[in-house]
């Protein structure tokens, strides 16, 4: 195992009892939970700071440059909680744009917070409004990102922004077989899916159908801002997208496997329950290092949009 400490590796100068990695592939940001044996008070004398940069590597995980956002001295333990996204990323802000692209935004939400940025599929569409009301920058980002069917997450310096559908495509990263001995649950909520979303803002009103056999209709509570017919239709597919993918989903504890991350495909085999085989999408991993065990959540994929 490595702990590196603003660069360097002080894995071996450390008494580690405690590491938990959770990764998510949308709408939080990855943490690293680490707590440390330290009777000695040898923490607080190095002075760790807010900001200062981990990273915690065992095999083939990795979890890239973090930040630290908190530090707890207690009882002889030391308790670091670190996260991908940095703690700038809490500043609210109020701004406004007209004619902006979707990747114009992206690249200035990274340079604003020292992060470099990486599409994945996503299409680079033009707004001709967006309105920043007292909000933080990947907050604003990642709703806007729900909206057009897509996600964003932050990773080792790099905002990331991926296309659902298009990453449902790709060829899967490895496969996993959850044998006999295999702990797992696995949920079928497909009756509680939408057949369409019908979006309207002032004149303009958009409607996105996936099944037309389904009457269930999904209107946002909470109102949306759009500027034409067009975007509205695309932004009710994106919201019926973010509510349905959901309908079939599950997970699975094994012995730590370092091997797998969110957001990835994975072919999935399980013994005991062969109508869930074949290929699925992870949302999250909860890698225990100290524990020796891994937790994949992953859901299906969703054909059609």
């Given at each position: 195992?490595?702990?590196?400490?603003?660069?360097?590796?002080?894995?071996?100068?450390v008494?580690?009892?405690?590491?938990?990695?959770?990764?998510?592939?949308?709408?939080?940001?990855d943490?690293?939970?680490?707590?440390?044996?330290?009777?000695?008070?040898?923490?607080?004398?190095w002075?760790?700071?807010?900001g200062?940069?981990?990273?915690?590597?065992?095999?083939?995980?990795?979890?890239?440059?973090?930040?630290?956002?908190?530090?707890?001295?207690?009882?002889?333990?030391?308790?670091?909680?670190?996260m991908?996204?940095?703690?700038?990323?809490?500043?609210?802000?109020?701004?406004?744009?007209e004619?902006v692209?979707?990747l114009?935004?992206?690249?200035?939400?990274?340079g604003?917070?020292?992060?470099?940025?990486?599409?994945?599929g996503?299409?680079?569409?033009v707004?001709?409004?967006?309105?920043?009301?007292?909000?933080?920058?990947?907050?604003?980002?990642s709703?806007?990102?729900?909206?057009e069917?897509?996600?964003?997450?932050?990773?080792?310096?790099?905002?990331l922004?991926?296309n659902e559908?298009?990453?449902e495509?790709?060829?899967p990263?490895?496969?996993?077989?959850?044998?006999?001995?295999?702990?797992f649950?696995?949920?079928?909520?497909?009756?509680?899916?939408?057949g369409s979303c019908?979006?309207?803002?002032g004149?303009?009103?958009?409607?996105?159908?996936?099944?037309?056999?389904?009457?269930?209709?999904?209107?946002?509570?909470?109102?949306?801002?759009?500027?034409?017919?067009?975007?509205?239709?695309r932004?009710?597919?994106?919201?019926?997208?973010?509510?349905?993918?959901?309908?079939?989903?599950g997970?699975?504890?094994?012995?730590?496997?370092?091997?797998?991350?969110?957001?990835?495909?994975l072919?999935?085999?399980?013994?005991k329950?062969?109508?869930?085989?074949?290929?699925?999408?992870?949302?999250?991993?909860?890698?225990?290092?100290?524990?020796?065990?891994s937790?994949?959540?992953?859901?299906?994929?969703?054909?059609?949009?």
């Open positions: 195992m490595n702990f590196y400490y603003n660069g360097t590796d002080i894995y071996n100068d008494s580690v009892n405690y590491c938990v990695h959770e990764m998510f592939a949308e709408k939080q940001a943490t690293l939970v680490i707590r440390f044996n330290d009777t000695k008070g040898i923490w607080s004398k002075q760790p700071a807010a200062d940069t981990v990273r915690f590597k065992e095999g083939a995980s990795d979890t890239g440059k973090m930040f630290i956002h908190s530090m707890k001295p207690e009882n002889g333990l030391f308790t670091i909680r670190a991908s996204m940095p703690k700038t990323a809490k500043i609210r802000k109020s701004k406004s744009w004619g692209r979707f114009q935004l992206a690249n200035e939400f990274a604003n917070h020292g992060l470099t940025f990486k599409n994945y996503c299409e680079d569409q707004y001709p409004y967006i309105k920043q009301d007292n909000e933080g920058d990947f907050s604003l980002f709703r806007l990102c729900m909206l069917g897509c996600q964003m997450l932050i990773f080792d310096g790099s905002l922004a991926y559908h298009y990453i495509q790709q060829e990263a490895g496969s996993l077989t959850v044998d006999e001995n295999g702990v649950t696995y949920e079928d909520n497909r009756d509680t899916m939408f019908e979006v309207a803002s004149s303009y009103s958009g409607k996105y159908v996936a099944d037309a056999s389904n009457s269930a209709v999904l209107r946002p509570e909470i109102p949306i801002q759009v500027t034409s017919n067009a975007e509205a239709a932004f009710a597919k994106g919201l019926l997208r973010n509510a349905n993918k959901y309908g079939r989903k997970q699975f504890s094994k012995a730590l496997m370092t091997g797998y991350a969110a957001a990835s495909l072919t999935l085999k399980t013994t329950a062969s109508m869930w085989d074949g290929t699925v999408f992870v949302y999250k991993v909860r890698h225990d290092f100290v524990g020796n065990k937790t994949v959540y992953f859901r299906d994929l969703l054909e059609g949009y």
